[in-house]
């Protein structure tokens, strides 16, 4: 049982964390793009300045940064789990090293992504 109910878990928890941000940011936006229309259907008027400060709420760019920023950190944890289990087992730090690698290249690949469009203004 045990075989079985522990790669099923670990194989899924990356999907639904997946979908439970990109759920949450869908849910951000609709509330966003709701209170707008509600406001307009109420006649009220909007501000720019109220509408720049809605569109931070999903910034692309912003959004790199702290993409990258948690890869490289979900990056590094691996890599002291890797060292911690190489304590006791000393060929357990390459392959952890190994996982450790994609996170870290997605956060720097994110973070190149936010340094190049930091001067861009977003659309």
């Known amino acids: ?37 509600h406001a307009i ?4 008027t909007i501000s720019p300045e109220l ?14 940064l702290r993409r990258g ?5 979900f990056g590094a944890a691996f890599g002291v789990l890797g060292l911690m289990i190489g304590q006791q087992e000393g060929e357990a730090i390459m392959p952890m090293f190994g996982v450790a690698s994609f996170p870290v290249f997605l956060g720097l690949a994110y973070l190149g992504l936010w340094a190049f469009g930091h001067g861009q203004k977003s659309a």
């Open 1 to 37: 049982m045990e075989d079985i109910l522990v790669p099923i878990v670990l194989f899924s928890v990356v999907p639904v964390c997946i979908w439970l941000v990109s759920y949450f940011n869908y849910r951000k936006r609709l509330t966003a793009h709701e209170t707008v229309r």
């Open 41 to 44: 259907d109420s006649g009220q």
């Open 51 to 64: 509408i720049e400060k809605m569109s931070l709420l999903v910034d692309p760019i912003r959004a790199d």
């Open 69 to 73: 920023v948690l890869f490289i950190a």
